[in-house]
C-alpha cells in the first residue's frame, strides 16, 4: 500500500491550489481515504474525508473552501483548496483509515506536500 501527494505549493490569500493523492495497493472505490495537515508546532488536523461510496465529510475550518474528490480510473484523490488563507499553510497527508475517515497512526500515509500561504 503507497500513497503520494503532489500539487502542493506557495500562493498568494485567497489563491488556490489543487492536491493529488495517488494510491496504489489498493483501490479508492473499496477503501475510503482522508486529508490531514500539520502546522508548525501543531497537531495533526483531519481536513476531510471520502468514504468508498464518494459521500464525504469536511472539517470547520475548510468547509465551503476545499473540496475532496476522487478519480477511480486513475485511482487518485484529489483535495482541491480555494480562498486559501494564511493559516492553511501546513503540510498536507493522504491517509487511508482503516476505520471511518480518521486514519490513525498505524494506518498508510503519503510523505506529505507543502502547502505555503503567503503574501
Known amino acids: 500500500v503507497q500513497l503520494a501527494e503532489s500539487g502542493g505549493g506557495s500562493v498568494q490569500p485567497g489563491g488556490s491550489l489543487k492536491l493529488s493523492c495517488v494510491v496504489s495497493?489498493?483501490?479508492?472505490?473499496?477503501?475510503?481515504l482522508a486529508w490531514v495537515r500539520q502546522a508548525p508546532g501543531k497537531e495533526r488536523e483531519w481536513i476531510s474525508g471520502?468514504?468508498?461510496?464518494?459521500?464525504?465529510a469536511y472539517a470547520d475550518s475548510v468547509k465551503g473552501r476545499f473540496t475532496i474528490s476522487r478519480d477511480l480510473a486513475k485511482n487518485t484523490a484529489y483535495l482541491q483548496m480555494n480562498d486559501l488563507k494564511p493559516e492553511d499553510t501546513a503540510v498536507y497527508y493522504c491517509g487511508r483509515p482503516a476505520y471511518g475517515l480518521h486514519p490513525g497512526p498505524q494506518d498508510p500515509w503519503g510523505q506529505g506536500t507543502q502547502v505555503t500561504v503567503s503574501s
Open positions: 495497493g489498493f483501490s479508492l472505490s473499496r477503501s475510503a
Open positions: 471520502m468514504y468508498n461510496d464518494g459521500s464525504s
